[in-house]
T-cell receptor, first 111, second 116 residues
Framework: SQQGEEDPQALSIQEGENATMNCSYK?????LQWYRQNSGRGLVHLIL?????REKHSGRLRVTLDTSKKSSSLLITASRAADTASYFC???????????FGSGTRLQVQP | NAGVTQTPKFQVLKTGQSMTLQCAQD?????MSWYRQDPGMGLRLIHY???????DQGEVPNGYNVSRSTTEDFPLRLLSAAPSQTSVYFC???????????????FGEGSRLTVL
């Protein structure tokens, strides 16, 4: 079974609005990562947050991590049409090295 | 610096045929992995390796074999193709550290496999 589950499965917003995606996971983690996938392409790494961190920023991206609730959120501020893509969270579980992925959120940003 | 290179990009097989998907990286990454992605689903881990000579199973290893004889290469072998193996396959690599365990993954562009 997959470790992470994203919510919502699909999100449609207008350009300029903020987009929030959530990820829940099941077991203790070493780190949690967010990836983006444009249609028909490979995944691209966005941001990594360690288990002892609570918040991290990168440009228009803000990631939070709540290890007590086993959840993370990705916020994209001032979205653009070019942000249209699928977004995945992935976890590195404690004691393991493999990354396991959730099923993703499909984001559509309308111009 | 090519990153992660996968070949072939497209392949059609008949049930029962075997083939190898190639993956090579030029970043000297210790960690390499294979995922499959099916419509409406995320990526499911097939096999991974944390260094030459070391491999381990992921979530869906049945029907696939891997080996890691060099740091650069991590081929995925389909032993006897089945229609259920129709999918998009991604190879990814990463550095390994004491702090991160496994860091950010660098992905290839994918290999689209159809089994008839």
């Amino acid at each position: 079974s997959q470790q992470g589950e994203e919510d919502p499965q699909a999100l449609s917003i207008q350009e300029g609005e903020n987009a929030t995606m959530n990820c829940s996971y099941k077991t203790s983690i070493n780190n949690l990562q967010w990836y983006r996938q444009n249609s028909g392409r490979g995944l691209v790494h966005l941001i990594l947050i360690r288990s002892n961190e609570r918040e991290k920023h990168s440009g228009r991206l803000r990631v939070t991590l709540d290890t007590s609730k086993k959840s993370s959120s990705l916020l994209i501020t001032a979205s653009r049409a070019a942000d249209t893509a699928s977004y995945f969270c992935a976890t590195v579980n404690t004691g393991r090295r493999a990354l396991t992925f959730g099923s993703g959120t499909r984001l559509q940003v309308q111009p | 610096n090519a990153g992660v290179t996968q070949t072939p990009k497209f392949q059609v097989l008949k049930t029962g045929q075997s083939m190898t998907l190639q993956c090579a990286q030029d970043m000297n990454h210790e960690y390499m992995s294979w995922y499959r992605q099916d419509p409406g689903m995320g990526l499911r881990l097939i096999h991974y390796s944390v260094g030459a000579g070391i491999t381990d199973q992921g979530e869906v290893p049945n029907g696939y074999n891997v080996s890691r004889s060099t740091t650069e290469d991590f081929p995925l072998r389909l032993l006897s193709a089945a229609p259920s193996q129709t999918s998009v396959y991604f190879c990814a690599s990463s550095y390994v550290s004491k702090r991160e365990k496994t860091g950010e993954l660098f992905f290839g562009e994918g290999s689209r496999l159809t089994v008839l």
